[in-house]
């Protein structure tokens, strides 16, 4: 079972940015797929972006397209979240979760996540 600590969420007036980071303790972790999602009241979760197992390849919902960038640092076993520019709109819970094919690329379905975090809020004010 992977592990999975989210950190950096907090609130931010709009405009301003967050880092959210993931720390995964997965003994493969560089073989496999990460990805971010959000909820937000009231809605489904939803796919924000992944990154492939060697951060070669990136996938983003086109809501966050030129805002936010996903990184991750294989050595330390951590997904980061760069969020810039945010809007109102990007309020929700935030999960981090691992993918559960090795080798895949980084559009992630809910069907193929084999943890998520605890999730981390982002509340973005007007």
């Known amino acids: 079972q992977v592990q999975l600590v989210e950190s950096g969420g907090g609130l931010v007036q709009a405009g301003g940015s967050l880092r959210l980071s993931c720390l995964a303790s997965?003994?493969?972790?560089?073989?496999?797929?990460m990805g971010w999602f959000r909820q937000a009241p009231g809605k489904q979760r939803e796919f924000v972006v992944g990154i492939s197992w060697n951060g070669g390849s990136t996938y983003y919902a086109e809501s966050v397209k030129g805002r936010f960038t996903v990184s991750r640092d294989n050595a330390k076993n951590t997904v980061y979240l760069q969020m810039n520019s945010l809007k109102p709109e990007d309020t929700a819970v935030y999960y981090c979760?691992?993918?559960?094919?090795?080798?895949?690329?980084?559009?992630?379905?809910?069907?193929?996540?084999?943890?998520w975090g605890q999730g981390t809020q982002v509340t973005v004010s007007s």
């Open positions: 979760a691992a993918d559960s094919c090795p080798l895949c690329g980084p559009n992630i379905p809910t069907t193929r996540v084999a943890s």
């Open positions: 997965r003994r493969s972790f560089s073989s496999y797929a």
